[in-house]
């Protein structure tokens, strides 16, 4: 089975190429989707309140996502410390989700994650692909699309890496600030990997 891992800012157009790659027949493993459910296992959720405080939690005991954002996107210092929780399940589930597609006969497996080197994950993929797109077009994308606040949007791309650090070690790179038609095709095109 090959693994592609696909990745690039906040906004940048991961999961639409994803979308397009699960279409030509690649299994999809979503690291924000994993995270979520890591972010409910016990012994997460305890280390998480014993960093961030009780206040991060709903009144039913599960975690809120918008008030941990908050913080942490406030905070390099915080977002690290989110970071050195939550790296390391994330990574058992995704290892577990590679295993199963392999078992079942996928040709393809795709690690959509946004920090894919910063997680160390490299090593698992056979192939880097990066989706890039100009600045003011990721903007626009969190606000308008995500429903983010102007500030919010550039608290969290503040908080990432810029985009010559994801592209450095990139055997893909893929400008997403082209019409879907064009990006699907270019997708397709790149296509066996």
């Known amino acids: ?35 979520h459910r890591v972010l409910e296992m016990p012994e997460v959720k305890a280390q998480l309140t014993a960093t961030f405080g009780q206040d991060i939690l709903y009144s039913q005991g599960t975690v809120d996502r918008k008030r941990l954002a908050a913080i942490v996107f406030a905070s390099q210092e915080a977002l690290i410390k ?28 795709v690690i959509e994650a946004p ?12 192939q880097l692909w990066v989706t890039t797109a100009p600045g003011d077009v990721i903007l ?12 919010e949007a550039l608290a969290r791309i503040k908080s ?13 790179i893929v400008n997403t600030d082209i019409p879907l038609n064009k990006l699907k095709e270019k997708v397709a095109a790149l296509w066996p990997v």
């Open 82 to 109: 989110l970071n050195h929780i939550m790296h390391p399940p994330i990574r058992r589930q995704v290892e577990k989700e590679l295993e199963e597609h392999r078992r079942r006969g996928a040709a393809v497996a």
């Open 140 to 151: 626009k994308r969190l606000t308008e699309k995500a429903g983010l606040t102007e500030s």
């Open 160 to 172: 990432q890496p810029p985009p010559e650090k994801y592209t450095t070690r990139a055997d893909v």
């Open 1 to 35: 089975m090959k693994i592609v891992g696909l990745s690039g800012g906040i906004g940048s157009g991961k999961s639409t190429v994803a979308g397009f790659l699960k279409e030509l027949g690649a299994a999809i493993i979503d690291a924000d989707s994993v995270g």
């Open 115 to 126: 920090l894919l080197e910063e997680a160390g994950w490299t090593e698992m993929v056979d």
